[in-house]
């Protein structure tokens, strides 16, 4: 059984950072692609990150390029997403996902 679990999302002022974390379980986790999603209230789920397999490339929404940084640690099966200068436009749940996998999501607010 495929589980994603997301971790360390938080409410933070605009200007501040945060990491998060993306653990995988039931895959050949270096056998795949992972990407981040984000979903604020009443949108529609927008793509964010994505890093290949070996963590080589990685690949940015123009919204966060230059700010959010996609990373991955195949030996704990772990993808990150550092973000940088959050707005108050990033608030909204990031879901990680290896499809047709998805975590559940958590939480990041940014407000002051």
Not at 26 to 36: D, S
Not at 78 to 97: G, Q, S
Request: charged residues 20%; hydrophobic residues 30%.
């Amino acid at each position: 059984q495929v589980e994603l679990a997301e971790s360390g999302g938080d409410l933070v002022q605009p200007g501040g950072s945060l990491i998060l974390s993306c653990t995988a379980s039931g895959l050949t986790f270096n056998g795949w692609a992972q990407r981040w999603y984000r979903q604020a209230p009443g949108k529609e789920r927008e793509w964010v990150a994505s890093i290949t397999n070996s963590g080589e490339k990685t690949y940015y929404a123009d919204s966060v390029k230059g700010r959010f940084t996609i990373s991955r640690d195949n030996d704990k099966n772990i993808v990150y997403l550092r973000m940088n200068n959050l707005k108050p436009e990033d608030t909204a749940l990031y879901l990680c996902t290896s499809p047709p996998h998805w975590g559940q999501g958590t939480q990041v607010t940014v407000s002051s």
